[in-house]
Every structure is written in structure tokens, then in C-alpha cells.
């Protein structure tokens, strides 16, 4: 049996959304890829042909929960949000700059960094605070990368991760 643990990836990581870290983060986040597939049928199949799957979709999505609630973040997480003098209120209106690149970088137990990417990603979380006594807000979000038509919608980067 091999033991070796140098690859295992630590749970622990920065999230940023752009090239801006979010902050701190709690239960910090959860990386999911979601895969849909249909088999070509035909007749006289015993079970799934070799060569009849089909991809159909693929969503890639990060999960992650935030406590620096600035009126940046705000803006900057949730659509159709806009600052208005530090007045926090919706527009209504999705822009092109609420699909965000965000990232989580971490590193695996050896120390060689590992970073994951979601392009254009949006989220339809909404905003909830539980207004506990003696606890902190915290605001969970999942963003999930859409598809522009030219760019890979998620990447998983091994090793020396640069810019």
C-alpha cells in the first residue's frame, strides 16, 4: 500500500473573485463539476456500448461562505447590486461585469500549489444573514462558470501557478 500524502490537496485556501481575495472565508468553500451523459441505444445492446456515451453538460461550480461583508463585496458578488454612496441597493439589471473570474488557490500537503478557476462565473445565491448573538454574519455564495463560446469554462492548475 502506498502512503504517500505529499499530493493530498489541503482543504484550506484564498478565494478571489478577479484578482481581489474575498477575505476571510468560513467552512471556507466546495468545488463541484457536475456531469450529465446519455448512451446511444440500440438494439440488441447487452449494456453500455463502449463509444455510445455522450457528454451532454457540464457545470462547474464553487461554494463558499464569506464574513468581510464590505460594501465592495457586496457589489462585487452579488448581480445587480450598485453602491450608491455607500448606500447598498439593487439595480435590476445583470451586466456584463457580474460574470466574474474567481479562483481558489491552495496548495497540496508537499507545498506545490494548486489552483482552481471558474471563467465568467455567476451567482444566484441570495443574500442571508442570520443575525445570531454572540456569532459573526456570514454569507454563503455559489458562483457557477458559464460559457462564452471561446473560453474553457474551469481549469484545475498543478505546480507553479503564475498571475
Do not use: C, H
Given at each position: 500500500?502506498?502512503?504517500?500524502?505529499?499530493?493530498?490537496?489541503?482543504?484550506?485556501?484564498?478565494?478571489?473573485?478577479?484578482?481581489?481575495?474575498?477575505?476571510?472565508?468560513?467552512?471556507?468553500?466546495?468545488?463541484?463539476?457536475?456531469?450529465?451523459?446519455h448512451q446511444i441505444?440500440?438494439?440488441?445492446?447487452?449494456?453500455?456500448?463502449?463509444?455510445?456515451?455522450?457528454?451532454?453538460?457540464?457545470?462547474?461550480?464553487?461554494?463558499?461562505?464569506?464574513?468581510?461583508?464590505?460594501?465592495?463585496?457586496?457589489?462585487?458578488?452579488?448581480?445587480?447590486?450598485?453602491?450608491?454612496?455607500?448606500?447598498?441597493?439593487?439595480?435590476?439589471?445583470?451586466?456584463?461585469?457580474?460574470?466574474?473570474?474567481?479562483?481558489?488557490?491552495?496548495?497540496?500537503?508537499?507545498?506545490?500549489?494548486?489552483?482552481?478557476?471558474?471563467?465568467?462565473?455567476?451567482?444566484q445565491s441570495n443574500?442571508?444573514?442570520?443575525?445570531?448573538?454572540?456569532?459573526?454574519?456570514?454569507?454563503?455564495?455559489?458562483?457557477?462558470?458559464?460559457?462564452?463560446?471561446?473560453?474553457?469554462?474551469?481549469?484545475?492548475?498543478?505546480?507553479?501557478?503564475?498571475?
Open positions: 500500500m502506498n502512503n504517500d500524502y505529499e499530493s493530498v490537496i489541503l482543504g484550506y485556501g484564498e478565494i478571489s473573485i478577479g484578482t481581489t481575495p474575498i477575505g476571510m472565508t468560513r467552512e471556507n468553500g466546495q468545488f463541484t463539476v457536475q456531469r450529465t451523459y441505444k440500440r438494439n440488441g445492446a447487452k449494456g453500455i456500448d463502449k463509444g455510445s456515451m455522450i457528454l451532454d453538460e457540464e457545470r462547474a461550480k464553487l461554494k463558499f461562505s464569506f464574513l468581510e461583508l464590505s460594501k465592495e463585496n457586496l457589489v462585487k458578488v452579488f448581480p445587480g447590486l450598485v453602491d450608491e454612496s455607500g448606500k447598498v441597493s439593487p439595480t435590476f439589471e445583470i451586466k456584463d461585469t457580474d460574470y466574474q473570474d474567481i479562483t481558489w488557490t491552495g496548495k497540496t500537503k508537499k507545498g506545490d500549489a494548486i489552483k482552481i478557476e471558474l471563467k465568467n462565473a455567476f451567482n443574500i442571508d444573514w442570520a443575525l445570531i448573538e454572540k456569532d459573526e454574519i456570514k454569507q454563503e455564495v455559489e458562483f457557477e462558470a458559464t460559457y462564452d463560446g471561446t473560453t474553457k469554462p474551469y481549469s484545475i492548475t498543478y505546480g507553479t501557478i503564475g498571475g
